[in-house]
């Protein structure tokens, strides 16, 4: 793991000490910040792939940071924080982390969250992001397209959708931001004329909404535009 560089980030610098000589030991490249700016800095300045970002923390606090990391990069994100309120955990979630970590922590489960983000990263993310010749990337959030084996990922985790369901997202995700009407869905993925076709595709949108959104009833990636048709949402 010593390719492996990992950025802690908490204003208590007993925490982030412990928690470095944790990664180190298994031989993983550990840096350190005390505030959410301090991390971005680090951030910019050098190749970092994985955060462990503590929410409360002074100057600038790990929500803020991590939407201001995700508007740049597309490295894992971990959230380490004392709060272990739902609504906390479904806003670090929602804005953009990978996963959440309530204080206190075993080292064990630390340990075992940073294998799995890290292992996805490399597997799906910016290191396996080289497609061979029968496949193409399709990177869009924490959405990932998979062209060669046909799949999509959330958060490197496989989204088991239906062969209509596949094509629709193949379809958006090569068009982002592009709104199509649900007529040229159709016709695009049944290879129909189209004729009183809204409800088909909106059931069809329902279900894939229900499956890679943490919210379906407030969609972050598919989109509605009303009137005229439905999109994916671009984001870094």
């Known amino acids: 793991m010593d390719d492996i560089t990992v950025l802690v980030a908490d204003?208590?610098?007993?925490?982030?000490?412990?928690?470095?000589?944790?990664?180190?030991?298994e031989n993983y490249t550990t840096r350190?910040?005390?505030d959410g700016i301090e991390a971005l800095q680090i951030l910019r300045s050098e190749e970092i792939h994985l955060i462990i970002l503590d929410i409360m923390m002074p100057k600038q606090d790990g929500l803020t940071t991590t939407m201001k990391i995700r508007q740049e990069k597309n490295i894992p994100i971990i959230l380490l924080s004392a709060k272990t309120e739902k609504s906390d955990i479904i806003l670090g979630l929602d804005i953009g982390a990978d996963d959440y970590i309530p204080k206190p922590y075993s080292p064990d489960e630390l340990l075992a969250r940073v294998r799995s983000q890290t292992r996805r990263y490399m597997t799906l993310g910016n290191f396996g992001n080289v497609p061979d010749g029968n496949s193409e990337i399709i990177r869009n959030g924490r959405l990932l397209l998979n062209t060669g084996e046909k799949q999509l990922y959330v958060d490197g985790v496989c989204v088991k959708l239906t062969p209509k369901e596949y094509?629709?997202?193949?379809?958006?995700?090569?068009?982002?931001?592009?709104?199509?009407?649900?007529?040229?869905i159709y016709e695009h993925i049944w290879n129909e004329t189209a004729y009183s076709v809204e409800n088909t595709v909106m059931v069809h949108i329902r279900r894939i909404r229900e499956k890679i959104e943490i919210n379906p009833g407030e969609p972050k990636y598919l989109k509605v535009v009303w009137g005229i048709g439905y999109k994916i949402e671009k984001y870094n």
Not at 170 to 176: F, R
């Open 32 to 34: 350190k910040a005390y």
């Open 11 to 25: 204003d208590e610098r007993e925490i982030t000490d412990a928690i470095c000589k944790l990664l180190e030991h």
């Open 167 to 184: 094509k629709i997202m193949d379809y958006l995700m090569h068009n982002i931001g592009r709104v199509f009407s649900a007529e040229e």
